[in-house]
């Protein structure tokens, strides 16, 4: 016990030390584009997200993740603006035409995302491309009151995607780049707008934390209209709840998170090792001895010291007799030619043995007494009809 005690102190010791130098380790950076409301890694949207009230004073902020056909269809309260910036958009027909609808009442809608797919796309036939180009693509506004004096340059290539194909006829172009490519698009619905854009990275927190990307985003986000209501949607980025039960504290940390791992191993371990430790000892069992050869050398004694060798005789015959009628179903209460014949027959046997044991029998059955060379003489051939029978 007293070693273990000073193996659990040592391992305690290191555990603590890995601990204290895991927490005190610089966490990298995630550059992954996660457009996630609540994340505050480089391309989350935590800023743009909590200063909607500031671009829209007085705005009530809601999030929402149902489908657009849900939020829209037979809701009389959805009045506002309408903001996805998410990874991939996809809609379906019905989400299409219920989103048109909600614009065209005088609401106005803006996405930006990598990814156009489903009905949007088809309808508005947008496509997107990367611009090849080894320098950062330069974002401007076509309309001369909001047209900056130079480009809004953005590192990271977050801003060298562009719209390739659109729908000249009813899109009115907002942004363009250096290569005058279309980045940011305008489609009128209606009494409202739908507004796209094709570099979402650039309303992230990585964006925003610059004076260009900043104003850049303000500037876009002003061609919606103050409103009441902003709705910003979880849905279309596959956003998740927070997580809300208890240890959501340990997971959110990874220092955390692994002591909360190794805690558990370490419990695991302890309990193991007192199972083993404290179990009841199991008693010894001998197993029985095997007296067979012993019972058979007292009672050969026995008969030895006795020298009755006519009842030995006797109770061999009887043996042999039951023997042969459960073996060959043969019957032993008259021993005459037939039976020698049957015996011959089923058991397999010289036709001489046959002859001489039942003979042999018949002669030892009356003798009141029998010599040592008779009881041998019965008992040789009693074992050659074993012998020959198997």
């Known amino acids: 016990m007293k070693d273990f005690k000073i193996y659990l102190?040592?391992?305690?010791?290191?555990?603590?030390?890995?601990l204290i130098?895991?927490?005190?380790?610089?966490?990298?950076?995630?550059?992954?584009?996660?457009?996630?409301?609540?994340?505050?890694?480089?391309?989350?949207?935590?800023?743009?997200?909590?200063?909607?009230?500031?671009?829209?004073?007085?705005?009530?902020?809601i999030n929402t993740n149902s489908t657009i056909y849900s939020n829209f269809h037979d809701s009389s309260s959805m009045n506002g603006n309408y903001l996805i910036i998410a990874k991939s958009v996809n809609m379906n027909n019905f989400d299409f035409n219920e989103l048109i609808k909600y614009v065209k009442a005088g609401n106005s809608v803006f996405i930006s995302c990598f990814n156009f797919k489903g009905f949007l796309a088809d309808t508005l036939s947008l496509s997107t491309a990367y611009e090849n180009s080894k320098r950062n693509a330069e974002l401007n506004f076509?309309?001369?009151?909001?047209?900056?004096?130079?480009?809004?340059?953005?590192?990271?290539?977050?801003?060298?995607?562009?719209?390739?194909?659109?729908?000249?006829?009813?899109?009115?172009?907002?942004?363009?780049?250096?290569?005058?490519h279309s980045t940011c698009l305008d489609f009128k619905f209606g009494k409202g707008n739908l507004l796209v854009c094709a570099n979402p990275?650039?309303?992230?927190?990585?964006?925003?934390?610059t004076a260009g990307g900043a104003d850049y985003a303000a500037k876009v986000l002003a061609y919606m209209p103050v409103t009441k209501n902003i709705y910003w949607d979880e849905f279309q980025n596959g956003d998740i709840p927070a997580d809300e039960s208890p240890l959501r504290v340990f997971f959110n940390h990874p220092s955390l998170q692994w002591a909360y791992y190794l805690s558990l191993f370490g419990i695991l371990t302890f309990v193991l090792f007192e199972i083993k430790?404290?179990?009841?000892?199991?008693?010894?069992?001998?197993?029985?001895?095997?007296?067979?050869?012993?019972?058979?050398?007292?009672?050969?004694?026995?008969?030895?010291?006795?020298?009755?060798?006519?009842?030995i005789a006797h109770k061999k015959i009887l043996y042999l007799m039951e023997y042969l009628r459960e073996q060959y179903q043969l019957k032993t209460n008259k021993l005459d030619n037939e039976f020698i014949e049957k015996l011959k027959a089923k058991s397999g046997i010289e036709t001489s043995l046959a002859t001489e044991l039942v003979n042999y029998i018949q002669y030892i059955t009356?003798?009141?007494?029998v010599t040592d060379r008779e009881l041998i003489e019965l008992n040789k051939l009693i074992e050659k009809l074993y012998i020959q029978s198997r």
Not at 25 to 41: A, I, Q, R
Not at 277 to 286: G, K, L, M, T
Not at 366 to 369: F, S
């Open 9 to 18: 102190t040592v391992a305690s010791f290191f555990m603590a030390i890995y």
């Open 21 to 61: 130098a895991e927490y005190n380790k610089p966490t990298p950076t995630n550059w992954t584009p996660t457009l996630y409301f609540n994340d505050k890694v480089p391309y989350g949207t935590f800023l743009v997200y909590h200063q909607l009230n500031t671009l829209f004073p007085g705005a009530k902020v």
């Open 142 to 180: 076509t309309n001369n009151q909001l047209k900056s004096s130079k480009n809004y340059i953005f590192r990271r290539d977050i801003s060298n995607q562009y719209f390739n194909e659109f729908d000249t006829s009813k899109a009115i172009v907002i942004c363009k780049n250096n290569f005058g």
């Open 201 to 209: 990275c650039v309303f992230s927190n990585y964006s925003l934390l």
């Open 277 to 311: 430790r404290r179990q009841r000892v199991i008693p010894v069992i001998e197993p029985l001895a095997n007296s067979t050869l012993e019972f058979v050398n007292v009672v050969g004694q026995v008969y030895y010291e006795k020298r009755n060798n006519a009842n």
């Open 366 to 369: 009356v003798q009141d007494k």
